[in-house]
């Protein structure tokens, strides 16, 4: 897990009055974290994502792809600010959606790449933040295992390799993705 980087009991209102600034930094439950620094592989699997999740939506109207845009949550359990490597947007939430500060909803679909520094703690805890939350489909993508790991609400995960092709059931009607393809792209 990442080292506190500021005062241990900041409340979230407090963090979102801080001016943003890179690293990103993120809030989980009064601790000010710093986001895990990116190498190669993961810029170029956040950026190969992007395009083919884009080339889908600009035709299928479904919604648009953004990337680290600012959440913040508080519930009873979690105050956290964060900030998904990719996530899309659902067309239907998009007119409602803030184009300035945090977003207060939860994403639908989130992509998170691992970081060289990413812990398997942080990831589990990550993972069960954004089920418990409400997020419908949260993939989690391991550039160097190359391995996509597929999260749905009530029901299983399931790990997929090159030679799987992974759908974005329930938030996209038909978008696939060819799990050799992506990599091989990396590669290239």
């Known amino acids: 897990m990442a080292a506190p980087v500021r005062a241990p009991h900041m409340t979230l209102e407090e963090f979102l009055a801080l001016p943003e600034e890179k690293p990103y930094l993120e809030f989980v439950n009064g601790e000010v974290q710093a986001k895990p620094m990116p190498n190669i592989n ?9 395009l083919l999740l884009g080339t889908y939506l600009r035709e299928s109207r479904e919604g648009r792809v953004v990337t680290e845009v ?9 105050q956290r600010v964060f900030l998904p490597d990719i ?22 679909f989130a992509i998170e790449v691992l970081s060289p520094e990413d812990r398997p703690g942080r ?8 089920m418990r939350n ?35 059931v329930p ?3 038909a978008f696939a993705l060819d799990v050799a393809a992506l990599f091989a792209a990396l590669r290239d």
Do not use: C, K
Request: without cysteine.
């Open 134 to 168: 409400g997020t419908r489909l949260l993939w989690i993508v391991d550039p160097e295992d190359e391995s996509i790991t597929v999260f749905r609400q009530d029901t299983d995960s399931h790990t997929y390799v090159p030679g799987d092709i992974i759908d974005a």
């Open 42 to 50: 993961h810029g170029l699997t956040v950026a190969q994502l992007v």
């Open 123 to 130: 990831i589990a805890d990550r993972v069960q933040f954004y």
């Open 87 to 108: 996530n899309v947007i659902p067309a239907a939430e998009l007119p409602g959606m803030p184009r300035t500060g945090p977003v207060r909803t939860h994403p639908a």
């Open 171 to 173: 938030v996209l009607s």
């Open 70 to 78: 600012r959440y913040a949550t508080m519930t009873a359990v979690d």
